[in-house]
């Protein structure tokens, strides 16, 4: 069995400052789940209250269902890599990933099995003689997770430990990472601001916003049915529009844009008359014969399919992909857009505004 992580009412007040307020979350064993968000939506609060560098203000944190309240991060048995790649100079790649280990006084074949197998998992076995001023920062990164992983522990805590890698070796470790953290059944808790990142390791992701937990879900979900509005407009790009509700039966709405044109989705639990947004992806745009009319205003290549830009004649402004190789339209021309109704999502508009619009169940 892996350690299970859970935050019970959980608030974290620095003075005035509530970094996390009311948080309630549980990590299953073997699970591998991303908090994400902007800056300062009390993501790495999270995961310091976790590790034990802080102590909440209010609630419980617990791990394997043990409250660890006053236990001392050493004493948590976790595995820690930072942002910053906190690796000791003066020593080289094999005495680094040691350390811990000679800390908590392993004997020493002990030691050099589990650095060898560590150094061994993220390919830098034959490096452990280098020290980290020789290598490059996506290795650097590897070793400070092999140290993470030579402790045994089975929680392994991630704070934005891709941030400070150039794209290329960010994509690659990511990928990296994960196969690695899932060969070891470890559970994993990962922090992170970038939104592709947690597409593509997470089981889960929670989106945070202003302390509190926004939504959870798999990353399929969160972005194809996001619950609400922020979770669309974070999680990948979407096109948003609003209107009235003037049909409805079991399985779908037909909403008025501000022009009268009308658009269905498949949705359900909506009033006639109720105000409404709603989000289609750029790729769940198409052109057609008849549909929304629509201006285009620009054109952007982005490398394996061109963006277009449009604005409707209901003063909103639509996006859609086609490939590379398709034929560009002209700034200027006319087209008529619709979209698909299966992944279209209706969202309620509440009276506080469109950043709070949720989705109905």
Not at 7 to 29: E, K, P, S, Y
Not at 43 to 64: C, F, N, Q, R
Not at 196 to 221: H, K, Q, Y
Not at 320 to 343: C, H, M, T, Y
Request: charged share 25%; with cysteine; aromatic share 6%.
């Amino acid at each position: 069995m892996m350690p299970s992580v859970e935050l019970r009412d959980v608030t974290m007040r620095f003075g005035n400052v509530v970094a996390v307020h009311d948080l309630n979350l549980r990590v299953d064993d073997g699970e591998y789940i991303t908090i994400l968000g902007p800056s300062g939506c009390g993501k790495t609060t999270s995961i310091k209250l976790i590790s034990g560098l802080w102590a909440p203000t209010e609630g419980l944190v617990l791990i394997d269902g043990k409250d660890v309240d006053g236990v001392p991060i050493e004493e948590r048995d976790i595995g820690y890599v930072f942002q910053n790649i906190a690796l000791f100079p003066h020593m080289t790649v094999g005495e680094n990933v040691a350390y811990g280990l000679r800390v908590r006084n392993f004997s020493g074949d002990d030691i050099q099995e589990r650095r060898d197998e560590a150094l061994r998992l993220v390919n830098m076995l034959q490096r452990k003689g280098m020290r980290p001023s020789e290598l490059a920062g996506g290795d650097k990164q590897k070793v400070a997770l092999a140290r993470a992983l030579a402790s045994g522990s089975k929680l392994l805590l991630l704070d934005e430990p891709l941030s400070a890698l150039d794209s290329r070796v960010r994509v690659d470790l990511r990928y990296e990472i994960r196969r690695i953290v899932k060969r070891l059944g470890l559970t994993v808790v990962h922090v992170t601001h970038d939104q592709e990142e947690a597409m593509s390791v997470s089981d889960r992701i929670v989106l945070m916003r202003d302390g509190t937990v926004v939504e959870v879900d798999t990353p399929e979900e969160m972005y194809r049915n996001p619950k609400r509005i922020f979770t669309a407009n974070f999680i990948g790009e979407t096109n948003l529009m609003e209107g009235r509700v003037v049909d409805t039966d079991t399985k779908t709405v037909t909403v008025a844009l501000r022009n009268g044109t009308k658009v269905r989705a498949m949705a359900k639990g909506f009033n006639i008359g109720g105000a409404v947004v709603i989000s289609v992806r750029p790729e769940y745009v198409y052109t057609a014969s008849m549909g929304l009319a629509a201006t285009v205003v620009g054109v952007t290549f982005m490398g394996t399919y061109q963006r277009v830009q449009t604005l409707t004649d209901s003063d909103d402004e639509v996006a859609f992909d086609i490939s590379a190789s398709s034929i560009v339209p002209s700034v200027g021309e006319r087209l008529r857009l619709v979209f698909n109704k299966k992944r279209t999502v209706v969202y309620r508009m509440p009276s506080r505004g469109i950043e709070e619009a949720i989705r109905l169940e």
